[in-house]
């Protein structure tokens, strides 16, 4: 059984950093992994992916505060995140493609003084 296994979200105040981690279990090769993130009353939206090459892009909103990042050996996903801004308040989660998409359960990330 595959498990995506989020963790690293808080309370931060703006200009802060962050960084998520995602741990897989269960598989150790994806086609693709990334984050995503909800806000209140917004669509999920695509933050950054990591594909199996290495190759890495990200939504405009975060690029150049944002960096995704793996480690293999862990089998862990990260998002570092900096200069953070209250619009980046938001529940994020873990994505991982095989075959399948799964999902990890959603980690809290709240932007505020």
């Known amino acids: 059984q595959v498990r995506l296994v989020e963790s690293g979200g808080g309370l931060v105040q703006p200009g802060g950093s962050l960084r998520l981690s995602c741990e897989a279990s269960?598989?150790?090769?994806?086609?693709?992994r990334a984050w995503y993130r909800q806000a209140p009353g917004k669509e999920r939206e695509l933050v950054a992916r990591i594909t199996r090459a290495g190759e890495t892009s990200y939504v405009d909103s975060v690029k150049g505060r944002f960096t995704i990042s793996r480690d293999n050996g862990k089998n862990t996903v990260y998002l570092q995140m900096n200069s953070l801004k209250p619009e980046d308040t938001a529940v994020y989660y873990c994505?991982?493609?095989?075959?399948?998409?799964?999902w990890g359960q959603g980690t809290q990330v709240t932007v505020s003084s």
């Open positions: 269960g598989i150790s090769s994806f086609i693709l």
């Open positions: 994505y991982a493609r095989t075959e399948q998409v799964y």
